[in-house]
């Protein structure tokens, strides 16, 4: 087997993969797609000292007046739009700030270090907001996604070895 890591949008046919990893809503219509990984829920973070002479915000809009860590991923073209919703309400905010990384660890070093805001993977945050060395806010802005599914498509013939990984990777639920 052979592992590829790259962030971009790759169509896997075109490439001669076998299958993707791709996040729920990302994978195509006429895929199929194989749940490997529970929900997922992001989570706006920053340092104690970061907030030390700024105030919380309360509303994903507020992110306007704060620095916030930017992340630019090959999927988007530019620096990634963070995305709320509440109560089936919506929203899409750019926001500024003086870094831009393609990694998580950059984002999550520099927001422990008081840097600016951050927007992470929850399960990435939780042992830095457990441990004080994060605050999190607009909690209730960020609802849970549909995380990481194995796709492939349709018509493919599966060989022995492709149909283990299938079944090893499948998620067993929590």
């Given at each position: 087997m052979e592992?590829?890591?790259?962030?971009?949008?790759?169509?896997?046919?075109?490439?001669?993969?076998?299958?993707?990893?791709?996040?729920?809503?990302?994978?195509?219509?006429?895929?199929?797609?194989?749940?490997?990984?529970?929900?997922?829920?992001?989570?706006?973070?920053?340092?104690?000292?970061?907030?030390?002479?700024?105030?919380?915000?309360?509303?994903?809009?507020?992110?306007?007046?704060?620095?916030c860590?930017?992340?630019?991923?090959?999927?988007?073209?530019?620096?990634?739009v963070?995305e709320?919703?509440k109560?089936?309400?919506?929203?899409?905010?750019?926001?500024?700030?003086?870094?831009?990384?393609?990694?998580?660890?950059q984002?999550?070093d520099?927001?422990?270090?008081?840097?600016?805001?951050?927007?992470l993977?929850?399960?990435?945050?939780?042992?830095?907001?457990?441990?004080?060395?994060?605050?999190?806010?607009?909690?209730?802005?960020?609802?849970?996604?549909?995380?990481?599914?194995?796709?492939?498509?349709?018509?493919?013939?599966?060989?022995?070895a492709?149909?283990?990984m299938?079944e090893?990777?499948?998620?067993?639920?929590?």
């Amino acid at each position: 087997m052979e592992v590829i890591v790259d962030y971009g949008l790759v169509d896997i046919v075109a490439e001669g993969f076998d299958a993707g990893v791709r996040l729920g809503e990302q994978v195509a219509k006429d895929m199929i797609a194989l749940r490997i990984g529970p929900d997922m829920r992001m989570a706006v973070v920053g340092s104690p000292a970061y907030f030390d002479n700024r105030p919380m915000p309360r509303t994903p809009q507020d992110l306007t007046e704060h620095n916030c860590i930017n992340m630019r991923m090959p999927t988007y073209g530019g620096l990634y739009v963070w995305e709320f919703e509440k109560d089936g309400r919506e929203l899409r905010v750019r926001v500024d700030g003086q870094l831009v990384f393609n990694t998580l660890r950059q984002r999550l070093d520099s927001a422990r270090q008081g840097l600016g805001l951050a927007y992470l993977p929850e399960d990435v945050a939780t042992p830095c907001i457990r441990s004080a060395e994060l605050v999190r806010v607009l909690e209730d802005w960020c609802a849970p996604f549909s995380g990481y599914h194995l796709y492939y498509p349709s018509r493919r013939h599966s060989s022995p070895a492709f149909s283990l990984m299938v079944e090893t990777l499948r998620y067993k639920g929590a």
